[in-house]
């Protein structure tokens, strides 16, 4: 019991402490969407890689292809240029070659060239004009004529004179026009290409979260109480292993707690025989008290209040172990709100509690156990005394900001003690814990098991339970039950 008390706020500041870790953390992304960026980062790099590459090949080869046939079309009309050369002038030559459909040619003789078309002497490059006509050798270079790429080819002309030589530009705009289709279509191609593997890595993604994805789920379950939850054997060897060693846990933790359930049981059941003979004991004694001295009926009193808080404890660690084995069955009812809350106080430890009921709340009705819920307020009126201070009112009414027809009822105890600290608003419904404000208490009353059952309880009944502060601005903590209710006509 002293090892409970002392291990629930430990692991709370603990996962506190776990949660303002990773609070602080930079965010990073989900495995699901790493998986997906990974296929639609490699997808886009393969079709740029094949797209650039598929380009670069695809305008070598034309280029080539292309060369090679203006070289070979070139020399032919670069003889019969010579010919004509030997015995006529340039003119001449390329009147006879404009005949034949050969424009764009410039022919030097000497230093006076002679161009034909709109062959612009000037847009031959300075390096292919010196090596054809200085270096007497034939050679060829990309250039730009009348504002178009071109392939300007250079022939020596060494049978008619030594400074003689033709030049001839071959348009390739048709090529820049095919390599432009194709860049545009090898764009597209890319672009559809990285689209399938955007598709693809989402398949995949979605495969590979999805075992996650029933781990996870299987996790919540078993965190909400299912402890026989397993995995599902897969043929993976990978998820094989993820499985079993999964289940293996799953099934650690259910021992675990199966037989922590058993003992509290166990002890509680063991408990009562000999309580039950104290308590008997102790009816006796004060049947006598009147014969007994100042300081032992004193002792008498001590004891009877120890007695009746031991039988309470005893009791609620029946119940605990009740909700662990599964065993908690709810006879469902219609009760009318107003005067279920007003019944059940009339019967707590503080009868003259009073109850404010709204307009509505009057109007109320749900369907719960009479008996659990009766003990829920019950509870919390016990902890507004013990812990809280101060009288205790109860308010009830319908719950705030829903619209039309209302569908819950919200029951609240107020207290005029210190309040609960946010830092510790969750802490107070788990088992055993009392709060820092509890602890300081001089007062050894309660366990720590009032409010753990009120939540236990509560969630049962498909409602849940919160503690906040009071309305008015005074000290104080306001416990808040939310449960599922409709409005009625009376």
Not at 93 to 122: C, H, K, N, R
Request: a negative charge.
């Amino acid at each position: 019991m002293t090892e409970l008390l002392s291990e629930a706020p430990s692991a709370s500041r603990v996962q506190r402490l776990v949660a303002s870790l990773s609070a602080a953390r930079p965010a990073r992304l989900g495995l699901r969407t790493r998986v997906l960026l990974m296929f639609s980062l490699g997808s886009l790099l393969l079709a740029v890689f094949l797209a650039a590459a598929a380009y670069s090949f695809t305008r070598s080869s034309l280029l080539t292809q292309r060369d090679r046939t203006a070289v070979a079309e070139v020399g032919k009309h670069a003889d019969f240029a010579a010919t004509e050369l030997a015995n006529d002038s340039a003119v001449a030559a390329i009147a006879a070659l404009g005949a034949q459909d050969v424009s764009q040619i410039v022919i030097y003789q000497g230093d006076d060239p002679e161009p034909s078309g709109t062959f612009d002497p000037a847009e031959i490059p300075q390096a292919l004009l010196t090596r054809v006509r200085n270096d007497q050798v034939a050679a060829r270079m990309v250039g730009v004529v009348d504002d178009a790429p071109a392939i300007i080819v250079g022939i020596p002309l060494d049978d008619v004179a030594d400074d003689a030589a033709y030049f001839e530009a071959v348009d390739i705009s048709e090529i820049e026009e095919t390599l432009n289709s194709v860049g545009l279509s090898l764009f597209f191609g890319a672009l559809i290409t990285s689209m399938f593997g955007v598709v693809l890595g989402w398949f995949a993604a979605n495969r590979a979260v999805r075992p996650l994805a029933d781990a996870a789920q299987a996790a919540q379950l078993i965190a909400g109480g299912r402890l026989d939850t397993r995995l599902e054997p897969s043929d993976d060897p990978d998820l094989r292993t993820l499985a079993q060693s999964f289940n293996d846990m799953a099934s650690a933790l259910q021992s675990r707690v199966e037989r922590d359930a058993r003992f509290a049981s166990d002890v509680s059941h063991e408990l009562r025989s000999p309580l039950m003979t104290l308590a008997a004991s102790v009816e006796v004694m004060q049947a006598r008290r009147g014969d007994l001295p100042e300081r032992a009926q004193t002792a008498l009193d001590l004891l009877a209040s120890d007695v009746v808080r031991f039988q309470g404890l005893v009791e609620d660690l029946l119940e605990i172990s009740r909700f662990d084995a599964g065993a908690i069955r709810l006879h469902r009812e219609d009760l009318l709100v107003a005067e279920f809350v007003r019944a059940a106080v009339a019967v707590s430890s503080v009868p003259s509690t009073p109850v404010t009921v709204s307009e509505r709340g009057e109007c109320m009705v749900m369907q719960g156990d009479r008996r659990r819920l009766a003990r829920v307020v019950a509870n919390l009126i016990d902890n507004a005394r013990l812990h809280g201070g101060g009288e205790a009112a109860i308010y009830v009414s319908e719950a705030e900001n829903e619209g039309e027809p209302i569908g819950h009822v919200w029951i609240a105890v107020e207290d005029s003690g210190p309040g609960v600290p946010p830092e510790e608003r969750d802490l107070v419904f788990e088992r055993f814990a009392r709060g820092a404000v509890a602890g300081r208490r001089s007062s050894s009353d309660g366990a720590g098991l009032g409010l753990a059952l009120v939540d236990e309880h509560i969630r049962m009944h498909g409602g849940r339970v919160w503690v906040e502060d009071r309305r008015d601005g005074e000290p104080g903590a306001r416990f808040v039950l939310e449960l599922p209710a409709e409005e009625v006509g009376i």
